[in-house]
């Protein structure tokens, strides 16, 4: 017993460790050699045998054979096709959205579609945005064509990030198909608006020529049963209607395609709503809530295409006067939303909006906590709006804030991009005051909390003296 417990005393335990792992190593790789294809896989087996890493562990030597993650899903047959049914592959199931408003707002309504396919298990087919508050298109035409979301933000980073297919619709359907393709959808506008005459409006389906048969979405689908004039629909309603069971249970007479006369039921390989905006969990407008699961499990991964990026710092950097190299310092960026609020005004404008006095005070605000909090000074200052008055924008100068020069931005890049460069801009503050009820600054402010852990404040207004008070503005996330 003595020379036993002796002989297991100089056992090398490092090396006998060693053998045991490599033992179950090799055991595990052959059993992974063994495991058969997923049935009905759209993924080929074979795609991950040419796949397979030989890896060679030394003292004592051993070959592993391991079988990593596919890098990318096969989701459609091919190139676009005239008809978009003949691109769709039959073991995959797809979802869609129709969109028509302004550009942030479609850029919500995509991001709630893209987790609505999360919720389904479906890969998402993204629309273009439709530049419905755009003008001063091409010197030959005057129009504004419309921007892919791959051309905003960027897809391949997206889908990575996500660990999902992205689609966009020029990759499914020709853009130059003058084929009339038919599909049936599911019109929720008129499942939460009971007094609505039809669906959300969007021109996407006439452009991409698809024809559709619209059938009204059951009541339960409405986030507020009881609730005459709440527009929104629950993410759990659209999701059950993703299947069999409750797709077949809340059939009705669809109404007939305009252009083909013919009615469909919603289709169950590409499921289509007419506009997710209106879409929440538990209360309407839940971008405002920091459980927003929209914004937390979609849009903060949704980062901006480089080019647009790039161009934005080069705006940046001219603004400030710095080289093409230069670095950029910590700034504020500031967006002010005037343009179509004024239908919301009950008062005259200089009663109505905000003073730019009130928004020197969140600014103040901001480059002190960016100080005290992050020991960050931010002394420059990018005021971004849709205002057009000349003194305003003199009054504006005065405070030392800078403003971009868009004179040449839509002749140099096209129409969209003073937009997409100002909300890019706005992004990379490490600090940003923004406009109380703008989606557009409520989107900005959380990229600029996610993206840079930045300070956030927001402006009041609607009747003099909206503003006037201490501390964060309501809403504000710094």
């Known amino acids: 017993m003595h020379s036993f417990s002796s002989a297991i005393r100089h056992v090398n335990l490092k090396a006998l460790f060693s ?128 921007t892919t979301f791959g051309e905003v933000f960027d897809v391949p980073r997206l889908a990575k990030e996500l660990r999902m297919p992205i689609l966009e619709w020029w990759q499914v359907k020709d853009r130059k198909s003058t084929t009339v393709d038919s599909l049936g959808c599911w019109n929720v506008w008129q499942a939460t608006m009971e ?94 809530r920091d459980y927003s699961t929209a914004w937390r499990l979609v849009g903060k991964h949704l980062h901006w295409n480089p080019r647009i990026e790039e161009i934005a710092r080069g705006y940046v950097r001219r603004t400030f006067g710095l080289g093409v190299e230069a670095t950029i310092p910590p700034y504020i960026a500031i967006h002010v939303r005037h343009g179509d609020f004024k239908g919301a005004c009950h008062t005259p404008l200089d009663e109505c909006f905000a003073p730019l006095s009130a928004i020197a005070r969140r600014v103040n605000e901001v480059k002190e906590e960016l100080q005290r909090l992050k020991d960050i000074t931010a002394v420059h200052i990018i005021l971004t709006s849709d205002e057009t008055n000349i003194t305003w924008w003199e009054e504006v100068a005065a405070y030392g804030w800078y403003r971009i020069d868009h004179s040449a931005t839509a002749s140099t890049y096209g129409a969209w991009y003073p937009v997409l460069i100002d909300t890019a801009i706005q992004s990379e503050g490490k600090g940003f005051v923004g406009t109380d009820r703008s989606t557009v600054s409520l989107i900005a402010g959380r990229r600029v909390k996610e993206w840079n852990d930045g300070v956030l404040r927001s402006v009041k207004w609607g009747k003099v003296g909206a503003d006037n008070h201490q501390g964060r503005s309501k809403g504000a996330q710094g």
């Open 19 to 146: 053998v045991i792992f490599l033992g179950s190593l090799c055991y595990y790789a052959g059993w992974l050699s063994r495991w058969p294809a997923p049935e009905d896989s759209a993924l080929e087996w074979k795609d991950f045998e040419a796949k397979r890493i030989t890896i060679t562990v030394q003292a004592p030597q051993a070959t592993v054979t391991v079988i990593p993650e596919a890098e990318e899903a096969v989701v459609l047959n091919g190139s676009p096709t005239d008809a978009f049914q003949d691109n769709l592959r039959h073991d995959v199931r797809y979802i869609t959205t129709w969109p028509g408003t302004g550009f942030t707002n479609e850029a919500m309504s995509l991001m709630n579609l893209i987790y609505l396919a999360m919720l389904t298990e479906r890969v998402p087919i993204l629309p273009a945005f439709n530049p419905s508050h755009l003008s001063g298109g091409s010197p030959d035409t005057g129009e504004v064509v419309d």
């Open 195 to 288: 007094h609505s005459s039809g669906p959300q409006y969007s021109v996407m389906p006439r452009k991409l020529n698809i024809d559709i048969s619209w059938t009204i979405a059951p009541k339960w689908v409405k986030l507020k049963p009881d609730a005459a004039n709440e527009a929104h629909a629950k993410f759990t309603g659209l999701m059950a209607l993703a299947f069999p069971e409750q797709r077949n249970r809340n059939l009705r007479t669809p109404s007939k395609s305009p252009l083909l006369g013919l009615s469909l039921p919603p289709n169950e390989q590409l499921l289509c709503f007419d506009n997710l905006y209106y879409t929440a969990n538990v209360e309407g407008f839940e971008f405002e």
